[in-house]
């Protein structure tokens, strides 16, 4: 019967070409344009960590007091002093302080030219909080934080330029004036948006290559390669920007039960009044615990422009589909003589319900091929077009394919509940005497 | 012709009246928001940043091995760049340089808050950038008052500590908005924790600050210059070529610079980096990339929009005319010219259309308020409205015309022909 209706479904979109191909080029269009900014927009809000990013939290603490730079909100970054006192309490089952760095990594070989190698200063904990996958070797060890150990751990990348990808744990390289000692070196790991990284960076910035222990970074004097906050400047030199209340230092902590949220943002609550007790914060305490998808948010991952494109594009497909259903309902109205006929004849309601709806998908088929076609030719556009660590996102994977198309139908179909309403009701005894 | 005959026909076919003067009204909607995000756009990436745009490159560069925190490695630094600047002034495309962290443009930003007094609330914020006494000619900045920095008071930046310098040059927008009467030269002002005053002693006519951002506070254009060399391993020198030989200075600059020192890195944009040297309409490109990406596709969108809606107008149309042709047969037998049948059809789709704009018209605010809730867009301007209103009018009557005419060749004998 199915296969019966199809073949009706196919003549019927055969006799009136001009206006099926309106449809499917309405669909087409429509489901493409949505697709291709749903592309960016996934990209961009992405979670690079599901197996675990409900597990993740972000610190917060007040160190400024109200202020008109950020009104009541506390900063996003934290200032050293918080962040080493956080970690030597230690209350989390994992947990990490880091900044973003960029040391200039220099190779024996003298042909070989010298090159700034983005990175981050982390805790030993860093690796196993963030399941960070190692191709040799491992993360350091907590004792190496507390020596201030010169150790390092690098990425699959730099691990080809300076040892042709061989097994380098063990080996020493050469950043800025010192040498350290490779630990272990990443397989491929580039998550997207960096959400460890948000505090002071933007999203979607390169891979980071190297990575060395927080104390060891903070002892070599190695600054910052990104946000640095002051609400006070700090006098000249390394130690005095360690003891201002400028904010640059990321923090993130793994909770793995609500009871350990609880307790940590109690343990936040008391660190804040105690700080608030000894004079150092002249206010009550302001903290905030963000999860992992609300500190996304409050980062502004997604930039509004990624936002306004996908919402203007849901509006688009929104008018395409109305147009749908003015010309479903011309196409079916125009044969309310067949529908007589066939219900006279027998027909239920049903099986015009079917007849008509499998003409639907049908029209919703086609769109979807011809949505898949344009998505791919949108999303080329767009990697000409977008900021090149944006671009590298956008992609269409198996997937979209199927989202793409299930769209283009669900959508057509949707257009078709209310002429296949109106075909089902047809009076046949109306229908046959006009004829 | 009475109005009164169509507008009971449009009774009798409710829906596709319906779907159509809804299709207008979303379209309108969409396309009137769309319309003046891509004027907002341009007009943003169109705003001119105060340089000499044409002629400007920058070239990022790294030097490593040298202790920048001690006195010995501060000097050494400090010779390099002078060295380095000497051999870029030198070269024979190269106009004037000099040295800093950021442009106009180049992102990253550095600002200070500004008060009137050591003590008390910041009145005003603004971004600052190193600046020596080359800055003005290399950036072809226009001096409106005062007068340049001398070479004698070119401090020390490195990065750290309170920045309270003796002389600054800001930018006439700054200077506008510190002292509204228009008297800023030679008036003191106290940066972020400084106890020493800095005065103004040049202000120069525009100069946008290292963002492309434009909130309402007008910060974009609050600039300042201070006398200050960076002196730190990482830096950029902003070099303006002689006129057309920006293509070669592109490779006599980097050149220049490994001549000096064979060690230093300066990214070569392989590898996912950004390229160290970049001429200035490239900065320009990228930092409003986003921006132009966000316009072109508001324009694809409403050219696709408004040919669905122009379609399917049209689509519904000559579904209507196939199903009157009895009633237009027996008009036309009647004595109704081909003309009453033409005109029939455009009033009829008029009044659709008029009905679907009034809505539109609604929606369109609408729309406009909640983008400007979520996204901190302007107001639409009602200009925009009136453009989208005659752009749909005209493309609805023009959908409609095609099956207007189709349906005046109908011959009066269709009266009595059977469907």
């Known amino acids: 019967m199915f296969k019966y209706y199809l073949q009706l479904g196919l003549r019927s979109l055969r006799r009136n070409p001009v206006l099926t191909a309106l449809m499917v080029l309405a669909i087409g269009f429509g489901v493409a344009s949505s697709m291709t900014t749903y592309t960016v927009f996934r990209a961009m809000s992405g979670d690079p ?168 970074a903070t002892d070599a004097q190695l600054a910052t390669r990104s946000g640095f906050l002051c609400i006070k400047l700090p006098g000249p030199g390394w130690a005095a920007t360690l003891n201002s209340s ?116 049908t029209i919703g088929m086609a769109g979807g091929v011809l949505g898949l076609m344009l998505t791919w030719l949108g999303v080329q556009v767009m990697h000409g077009s977008l900021p090149r660590q944006f671009a590298a996102l956008a992609h269409i994977d198996l997937l979209l394919l199927w989202q793409t198309l299930l769209l283009a139908v669900v959508a057509t179909v949707l257009a078709g509940l209310y002429p296949i309403w109106r075909a089902m009701y047809v009076r046949p005894a109306l229908r046959l005497k006009e004829d | 012709m009475s109005i009164h005959p169509i507008l009971s026909a449009l009774r009798r076919q409710k829906t596709g009246t319906t779907l159509i003067a809804l299709q207008i009204a979303l379209t309108l909607a969409i396309v009137c928001n769309a319309l003046f995000i891509i004027r907002t756009q341009f007009e943003q990436m169109g705003r001119p940043t105060g340089l000499d745009e044409r002629n400007l490159l920058m070239a990022a560069t790294t030097q490593s091995g040298i202790n920048s925190s ?36 180049s992102g990253g930003l550095w600002g200070l808050g500004i008060r009137m007094m050591p003590s008390g609330a910041y009145g005003s914020h603004t971004t600052y950038f190193d600046a020596d006494e080359h800055t003005l000619a290399t950036l072809g900045l226009r001096l409106v008052a005062g007068r340049n920095f001398r ?10 500590g309170v920045l309270q310098p003796a002389v600054i040059i800001v930018s006439k927008h700054l200077a506008d908005n510190l002292f509204p009467r228009g008297d800023a030269l030679g008036k003191p002002v106290y ?161 659709i259309s008029v009905a679907g704009v009034i809505v539109g018209i609604l929606l369109t605010f609408e729309f406009n308020g909640w983008l400007m809730r979520q996204f901190e867009l302007t107001r639409l301007s009602p200009v925009y409205v009136l453009i989208g209103v005659v752009m749909l009018l005209l493309l609805s009557q023009g959908a409609a015309l095609a099956p207007a005419l189709r349906a005046a060749r109908i011959a009066p004998v269709e009266a009595i022909r059977s469907s």
């Open chain 1, 246 to 361: 400028c904010v640059w230092i990321g923090y993130m902590v793994e909770l793995d039960t609500p009871s350990q949220v609880s307790t940590y943002r109690t343990y936040l609550e008391g660190y804040a009044r105690e700080q608030q007790a000894s004079g150092r914060f002249g206010w009550v305490p302001n903290n905030r615990l963000r999860d992992f998808s609300a500190w996304l948010d409050f980062e502004h991952v997604v930039p509004p422009q990624t936002k306004i494109s996908f919402v203007v594009a849901l509006c688009l497909l929104l008018v395409c589909m109305v147009n749908t259903v003015g010309l479903l309902l011309a196409k079916f109205l125009r044969r309310s003589g067949e529908i007589g006929v066939r219900r006279a004849l027998g027909a239920s309601r049903l099986a015009i319900a079917v007849q008509f709806g499998v003409e639907a998908g």
């Open chain 1, 49 to 216: 960590i599901p197996w675990k990013s409900d597990k993740l939290f972000f610190p917060q603490i007040d160190a400024w007091g109200p202020n008109p730079r950020n009104g009541t909100e506390p900063a996003d970054a934290m200032t050293y002093i918080d962040a080493v006192s956080l970690t030597r309490d230690h209350r989390a089952h994992l947990q990490s302080a880091l900044y973003p760095i960029a040391p200039t990594v220099h190779s024996d070989d003298p042909t070989q030219k010298s090159r700034t190698a983005p990175g981050q200063a982390v805790d030993s904990e860093f690796f196993p909080m963030l399941d960070v996958p190692f191709l040799y070797g491992g993360g350091w060890t907590a004792a190496d934080d507390e020596q201030h150990a010169r150790v390092a751990v690098i990425s699959k990348s730099l691990n080809q330029r300076l040892f042709e990808g061989t097994n380098s744990v063990g080996q020493s390289i050469q950043l800025d004036s010192h040498s350290y000692r490779v630990s272990g070196v990443l397989d491929d790991w580039h998550p997207q948006p960096k959400f460890y990284d948000l505090a002071t960076t933007d999203a979607f910035g390169t891979a980071d290559q190297v990575f060395l222990p927080f104390t060891t």
């Open chain 2, 70 to 105: 001690t006195d010995a490695g501060k000097a050494t630094l400090d010779a390099s760049i002078k060295a380095d600047l000497t051999a870029l002034r030198q070269l024979p495309d190269v106009i004037d340089a000099y040295e800093t962290r950021s442009i106009p443009l």
């Open chain 2, 191 to 351: 940066f972020t924790s400084a106890t020493k005053p800095s005065t103004i002693v040049g202000i120069v006519e525009r100069m946008q600050t290292s963002s492309t951002y434009s909130g309402t506070d007008n910060r974009t254009w609050d600039s300042t210059l201070v006398p200050m060399r960076l002196v730190t391993p990482s830096r950029h020198y902003v070099v303006r070529t002689r006129s057309g030989r920006l293509a070669a200075a592109m490779q006599s600059v980097p050149a220049a610079l490994y001549a000096q020192d064979p060690q230093r890195v300066i990214p070569d944009g392989s590898g996912g980096d950004e390229a160290g040297v970049r001429r200035f309409a490239q900065i320009r490109a990228e930092a409003y990339q986003g921006d132009r990406t966000l316009a072109m596709l508001m324009g694809i969108i409403s050219i696709i929009l408004l040919a669905v809606t122009g379609c399917g107008i049209a689509g519904l149309s000559s579904f209507w005319v196939g199903q009157r042709r009895r009633h237009i047969g027996v008009r036309r037998a009647l004595g109704a010219t081909r003309h009453d049948i033409v005109r029939y059809f455009l009033i009829e789709n008029a009044l």
């Open chain 2, 151 to 160: 070479s004698d008071e070119i401090g020390e930046d490195d990065d750290f």
